[in-house]
């Protein structure tokens, strides 16, 4: 059974671009949370979706990020039109249900805006 | 609103002593507790978890963490490091009960463990 797969692994975007960033759950897994990781802090909650509905947003920032976790494929992360500040690592995690006392971690995406 | 607190950037030991890394936490209700490492350029792995029972858990790689109702801290211990332990360690808390999801991190402790 893999494990909770994001990619790309690395990502350069110039300023202004869009980023797209992807997550595959565990098998049997249908609830996503995304979380950031800026450096030198650790990880911000930013989103939470399951199939085709988000759940709770309310560590997403206001403007130029959004997320969705379609009935098929994987969820995407997508920020439009890149800023420097917008350099970090973004995990992914995966739960069998909500609440379940164990989320699996992805290996994250590192983007890096230049 | 719950928060963890991880009051060392660095700890450093000499391998083969104890390891001690620290974590007190502020949830509303009882809480569930997890460590987390992350070695360089990887991913978050699990080590361990507190959900509820015994207050000491052990977990992978031979780590271990207590939880401690009173003074609201969850401690990560190793009786003997490794060169390999080196790694950047994160204490998490979320409120207990299937309503909860969402994770509050530390800001992480950087371990060095010196041969």
């Known amino acids: 059974n893999a494990g909770v797969m994001q990619n790309p692994r690395h990502l350069v975007r110039r300023r202004g671009q869009e980023a797209r960033l992807r997550c595959s759950p565990m098998k049997g897994h249908s609830h996503v949370y995304w979380y950031r990781q800026l450096p030198e802090e650790g990880l911000k909650f930013m989103v939470y979706?399951?199939?085709?509905?988000?759940?709770?947003e309310s560590g997403m920032p206001k403007e130029r990020f959004s997320a969705e976790f379609p009935k098929e494929g994987p969820s995407i992360l997508r920020i439009q039109q890149v800023v420097r500040g917008d350099s970090a690592a973004y995990f992914c995690?995966?739960?069998?249900?909500?609440?379940?006392?164990?989320?699996?971690f992805g290996q994250g995406t590192r983007l890096t805006v230049v | 609103a719950q928060s963890v607190a991880q009051p060392e950037d660095q700890v450093n030991v000499a391998e083969g002593n104890p390891l001690t890394v620290k974590c007190t936490y502020s949830?509303?209700?009882?809480?569930?507790l997890f460590w987390y490492v992350q070695y360089p350029n990887r991913g978050l792995q699990f080590l361990l978890k507190?959900?509820?029972?015994?207050?000491l858990v052990k977990g992978s790689y031979g780590f271990e963490a207590e939880f401690n109702k009173s003074q609201t801290s969850f401690h990560l211990k190793k009786p003997s490091a490794l060169v390999s332990d080196s790694a950047l360690y994160f204490c998490?808390?979320?409120?207990?009960?299937?309503?909860?999801?969402?994770?509050?991190f530390g800001a992480g402790t950087t371990v060095t463990v010196r041969a």
């Open positions: 507190y959900i509820t029972g015994d207050n």
């Open positions: 979706l399951q199939k085709e509905n988000i759940i709770d």
């Open positions: 995690a995966s739960s069998i249900r909500q609440g379940g006392t164990e989320a699996f």
């Open positions: 949830v509303s209700g009882n809480p569930y």
């Open positions: 998490a808390v979320r409120a207990a009960g299937s309503n909860d999801y969402k994770l509050s």
